[in-house]
């Protein structure tokens, strides 16, 4: 729950609009289905549904989804396989709300210019 207040505060001062939040990756995955976000941040460790198998769920609902993965930084092995099966982008925290802001703006960027 803090993590996910410190990406909402950090990204609403930056003027990003948020359309939903999840408790877990289960619930993380029917959001999607519902709101088709533009971008998702997602934690790669949460209750129910792991991060990586969220992500795995995410793109095989839209191959073209943009996530960006949360993590530790002890979790190098499963930030490389999130990467691997499509996230766009990872965050290491704790994190400034500057590099998330930047992160978001570089993804949103690109999907602009294609």
């Not at 909402?8 to 999840?22: C, H, K, M, N, R």
């Not at 990467?83 to 290491?92: E, L, M, T």
């Amino acid at each position: 729950m803090l993590m996910r207040k410190l990406v909402i505060d950090s990204l609403t001062a930056d003027g990003w609009t948020i359309v939903g939040e999840a408790q877990n990756g289960k619930e993380g995955l029917e959001k999607f289905q519902e709101l088709k976000p533009d971008v998702v941040t997602m934690d790669i460790v949460m209750p129910d549904y792991d991060g990586v198998f969220g992500l795995e769920q995410i793109m095989q609902s839209d191959p073209n989804a943009k996530v960006v993965m949360i993590s530790a930084l002890n979790q190098t092995t499963l930030v490389a396989e999130a990467v691997r099966k499509g996230a766009q982008d990872f965050i290491v925290k704790p994190f400034l709300p500057e590099h998330l802001q930047e992160t978001m703006q570089r993804l949103f960027d690109a999907q602009l210019s294609a």
